[in-house]
């Protein structure tokens, strides 16, 4: 299994960007994924989540700014980040929580990507 982001970078105040995640391996192509953030200092957050019937979800702080949004042909998710702000800035991670049934029940697997990089700084 492997997760890789892109699109991260340096943008200034009120800029867009947009992150790639592409995924391979033991995912379906319409697994639910998601992006989280770290800020330097902080903890992991939860930013947007897309589930396999393109269900979306937003944490406040993001809301009508990001859209997530996924290519089930190329395995790939987006997130789309315009009017950014300095808050903002953190190494943005993809989620992919498998889950697969086992003897004992259901049993939730998370692979992670390494995450890149956005700095939004005037």
């Known amino acids: 299994v492997q997760l890789v982001e892109s699109g991260g970078g340096v943008v200034r105040p009120g800029g867009s960007l947009r992150l790639s995640c592409a995924f391979s391996?033991?995912?379906?192509?319409?697994?639910?994924m998601e992006w989280h953030r770290q800020a330097p200092g902080g903890g992991r957050e939860l930013v947007a989540a897309?589930?396999?019937?393109?269900?979306?979800h937003y944490a406040e702080a993001v809301k009508g700014r990001f859209t997530v949004s996924r290519d089930n042909a190329e395995n790939t998710v987006y997130l789309q980040m315009n009017s950014l702000k300095p808050e903002d800035t953190a190494v943005y991670y993809c989620?992919?929580?498998?889950?697969?049934?086992?003897?004992?029940?259901?049993?939730?697997?998370?692979?992670w990507g390494k995450g890149t990089l956005v700095t939004v700084s005037s």
């Open positions: 989620h992919a929580p498998v889950t697969v049934v086992t003897i004992e029940g259901p049993n939730v697997l998370h692979y």
């Open positions: 897309i589930g396999s019937d393109d269900t979306t």
């Open positions: 391996g033991r995912i379906a192509s319409d697994n639910p």
